[in-house]
């Protein structure tokens, strides 16, 4: 093969790979969320789609661009929605730090292990992860109900006199999701904690430090990608969990996930919706930038 | 571990208790024969009988497993395709965006995801008159684009471990790049293909969120007739279920353990 010959099956087998992933994640990834802002700023109409468009003919065979800013300024103005961003943000920021405390110390515990033992331990703790996760949140429900399990070992153990109101509460939000997204803490910080090189703690101790600050100022440093990337692959889509809070969360538990179920599937508010999504999407903008970013970085080692 | 063996041990022990308790209960609570959850009454197999025959929930299952086989395989192929650009093509016009669009459907709420790509088929269905009506197709399509993203990480995470020279040397020998692809390539990423397929069936088997927005009047997955039975109350038929999945993820893991190298990959996520 000549050279010229040679680069150009190179492009023409770039152009191939490309080709397909490319299009395939602007058709469907990358357009919908164009649609969806759109929508945003169209009017709830009667009909189907129930939306407005946003461009349409005049009677006077114009066409104009009717933009509805309502959706947004309603998501700014009611306390209902942005109390349920505030929520979200909190709910999901605090889930995150639970699992990273419950994480850190069970993936450095597994980092530590013998070798031939750390493969079970990784696909114990992925396990729970590959089952189903409607499933998982339903042993929950069993274990937290009013005739549920807990309340059942209390009373028969006669540590309190009435079933206690566990489920349906903002805690037991915060114990569905960090029991559902766990696995997802576990294993970036496993990663990062496995590549550690052992030779620098022992330097540290040559040196004088003792266990503890060897590890605040070697194994934490090390470890921070670990950290940014299961907070963030925790964080991001806790923001936006529609299940856990809809099964385990009371009224109260109004999380932007679940509004956002609420006005496109029984309001059917499309437009409302879409506005919600993209003040979500907005919100999480820097986050997503940020996990990208890492994803990118620990690419190209 | 020696010295500070005893701390994280009772890390891992909290850490295992945490995930496994409530999964042995759903096991355990299975076999009662008791409808409530506090009080054991006895030994049954009832509630497996009940599940076989619940045909409106078989029938769920079946179409949620041929979705999930389908959409599997379509995101390993655009998966790999992806991972391999990204791990191997260098630099390319777009690439920021490229890596942006695989990289951002790991963490994007299922919301989010659900909601635009309805409000993408609604769109297209108005232009150019397809999909005509929303079900099993565009529950795939949508699977098809968020496992992609799992399937490109897994592929990609494997061949940034290999050695790119055993690549090099084959072409160095002559082989065209379709050869080397075929012959090197493919099978060093074999076991992280096995992963990301089955990665890309399970999530497409579990997922609810996504489902029920590109859904239509026809199609009713396993996790929305589950989902429904769960808002009316818990019955140890769907503990039943549980416990059958249980069994099925824990014999696979254990094959793949014994297989090897498909459960490094899995970690890798």
Redesign the interface.
């Known amino acids: 093969m000549s050279a010229p010959a040679a680069v150009a099956?190179?492009r023409l087998?770039?152009l191939a790979?490309?080709v397909?992933?490319?299009a395939?994640?602007?058709?469907?990834?990358?357009?919908?969320?164009l649609?969806?802002a759109k929508?945003a700023l169209s009017e709830p109409a009667l009909g189907i789609?129930p939306y407005a468009p946003v461009l349409r003919w005049t009677e006077e065979k114009v066409l104009t661009l009717v933009l509805n800013l309502g959706n947004f300024a309603l998501l700014a103005e009611d306390r209902f929605y942005l109390e349920a961003y505030l929520r979200s943000l909190r709910v999901a920021a605090v889930s995150a730090l639970l699992c990273l405390l419950?994480?850190y110390?069970?993936a450095?515990?597994?980092a530590?292990?013998?070798e031939r033992r750390r493969?079970?331990?990784?696909?114990?703790?992925?396990?729970?992860f590959?089952?189903?996760?409607?499933?998982?949140?339903?042993?929950?429900?069993?274990?937290l109900?009013e005739?549920?399990?807990l309340?059942?070992l209390l009373l028969s153990l006669g540590l309190v006199r009435e079933p206690l109101r566990l489920l349906y509460t903002e805690g037991a939000v915060y114990l569905g999701i960090v029991?559902c997204y766990?696995p997802f803490m576990?294993?970036p910080l496993?990663?990062s904690l496995a590549k550690l090189d052992p030779v620098l703690l022992e330097a540290a101790a040559d040196l004088g430090a003792r266990?503890f600050r060897a590890f605040l100022t070697v194994t934490l440093p090390l470890s921070f990608p670990g950290i940014a990337a299961g907070v963030?692959?925790v964080f991001?889509?806790a923001?936006?969990?529609?299940?856990i809070p809809e099964?385990l969360g009371g009224p109260s538990a109004q999380l932007?996930?679940r509004v956002?179920?609420v006005e496109?599937?029984q309001n059917r508010d499309?437009p409302m919706?879409?506005a919600l999504?993209v003040a979500?999407?907005l919100l999480?903008v820097i986050?997503?930038?940020l996990?990208?970013h890492l994803?990118?970085q620990r690419?190209r080692? | 571990m020696s010295r500070r063996l005893p701390w994280l041990g009772l890390a891992l022990g909290v850490g295992y208790a945490f995930l496994y308790l409530p999964l042995a209960l759903l096991v355990l609570l299975s076999f009662n024969d008791s409808r409530l959850v506090t009080s054991w009454t006895g030994f049954s197999f009832r509630w497996y009988l009940a599940l076989w025959n619940n045909t409106a929930l078989i029938d769920a299952a079946l179409l949620s497993l041929r979705i999930a086989a389908v959409s599997a395989t379509g995101a390993l192929v655009i998966g790999t395709l992806a991972g391999f650009a990204l791990a191997r093509l260098g630099a390319f016009r777009g690439r920021a965006l490229f890596g942006a669009m695989v990289a951002a459907p790991l963490v994007m709420p299922e919301v989010i995801t659900g909601l635009s790509l309805l409000l993408l088929f609604v769109a297209l269905a108005s232009a150019v008159g397809w999909p005509g009506e929303r079900g099993v197709t565009t529950i795939t399509i949508a699977h098809i684009t968020f496992a992609t993203a799992y399937v490109a990480v897994v592929v990609q995470a494997r061949l940034a471990d290999f050695d790119e020279s055993l690549e090099e040397a084959a072409m160095d020998l002559g082989a065209r790049p379709w050869t080397v692809f075929a012959t090197i390539t493919l099978p060093l990423i074999a076991p992280a293909l096995a992963s990301g397929w089955l990665l890309a069936f399970t999530l497409s088997l579990d997922d609810l969120v996504i489902a029920s927005f590109t859904s239509g009047p026809g199609a009713t997955t396993l996790p929305m007739v589950v989902f429904s039975a769960m808002r009316l109350g818990l019955t140890p038929e769907l503990f039943a279920l549980a416990t059958i999945i249980i069994a099925v993820v824990s014999a696979a893991l254990l094959l793949a353990l014994r297989l090897g190298r498909v459960a490094t990959s899995l970690t890798r996520v």
Do not use: C
């Not at chain 1, 395939?24 to 969320?33: E, K, Q, R, T």
């Not at chain 1, 189903?132 to 042993?139: E, K, N, Q, T």
């Not at chain 1, 923001?239 to 299940?243: A, D, H």
């Open positions: 099956s190179g087998v770039r790979v490309l397909l992933p490319y395939w994640l602007f058709l469907f990834f990358l357009l919908p969320f649609i969806v929508i789609p419950i994480g110390p069970m450095y515990a597994i530590r292990a013998p493969h079970l331990l990784l696909v114990l703790v992925i396990l729970p590959w089952t189903s996760f409607l499933l998982r949140v339903m042993a929950w429900i069993g274990i109900q005739q549920g399990v309340n059942g029991y766990l576990v294993l496993y990663a266990p963030m692959l991001i889509p923001v936006g969990e529609f299940v099964l932007v996930g956002l179920w496109f599937f499309w919706a879409s999504a979500l999407l999480l986050p997503i930038a996990f990208q994803a990118a690419a080692r």
